[in-house]
C-alpha cells in the first residue's frame, strides 16, 4: 500500500503558474503509473495527465496540453505538474493518484488517491 501527499496548490492570478508536487509513503512511487486528476465544485473528476512508471511516456487532456507538463523523479520518490498560462476554469482540487489497471483518462482506473490541493485562478 502507499499513501500519497499533495502539495503546491494556491491561488494565483490567470497567466500565471503553480508546481504541484506528490509524494509518497509506504511503497515507492516508482512501481506505479501515475496520474493526476482535478475535481471543480459541482463537476465530476477529470483527468489532467499521467505519466508512466518510467517516465517514458505521458498523456494529457486536450483542455491543457501544451500549459501542463507532468514528470517524475523516482530517486526522490516524487511526481510534479508543472501548470503554466493557468486559466478561471482551472480552478479545482487536484489529485494525485496510482494507477491500478484500465484506461488513463478515467478515475475507476486508479487506486491510492491523496486529499488533493486546492488550485485557484482568479484575479
Known amino acids: 500500500q502507499v499513501q500519497v501527499v499533495e502539495s503546491g496548490g494556491g491561488l494565483v492570478q490567470p497567466g500565471g503558474s503553480l508546481r504541484l508536487s506528490c509524494a509518497a509513503s509506504?511503497?515507492?512511487?516508482?512501481?506505479?503509473?501515475i496520474g493526476w486528476f482535478r475535481q471543480a465544485p459541482g463537476k465530476e473528476r477529470e483527468f489532467v495527465a499521467a505519466?508512466?512508471?518510467?517516465?517514458?511516456?505521458?498523456y494529457y487532456a486536450d483542455s491543457v496540453k501544451a500549459r501542463f507538463t507532468i514528470s517524475r523523479d523516482n530517486a526522490k520518490n516524487m511526481v510534479f505538474l508543472q501548470m503554466n498560462s493557468l486559466r478561471p476554469e482551472d480552478t479545482a482540487v487536484y489529485y494525485c493518484?496510482?494507477?491500478?489497471?484500465?484506461?488513463?483518462?478515467?478515475?475507476?482506473?486508479?487506486?491510492?488517491w491523496g486529499q488533493g490541493t486546492q488550485v485557484t485562478v482568479s484575479s
Open positions: 493518484t496510482t494507477q491500478y489497471s484500465g484506461s488513463w483518462y478515467q478515475a475507476t482506473s486508479y487506486e491510492y
Open positions: 509506504g511503497r515507492s512511487l516508482g512501481y506505479y503509473n
Open positions: 505519466i508512466t512508471s518510467s517516465g517514458a511516456a505521458t
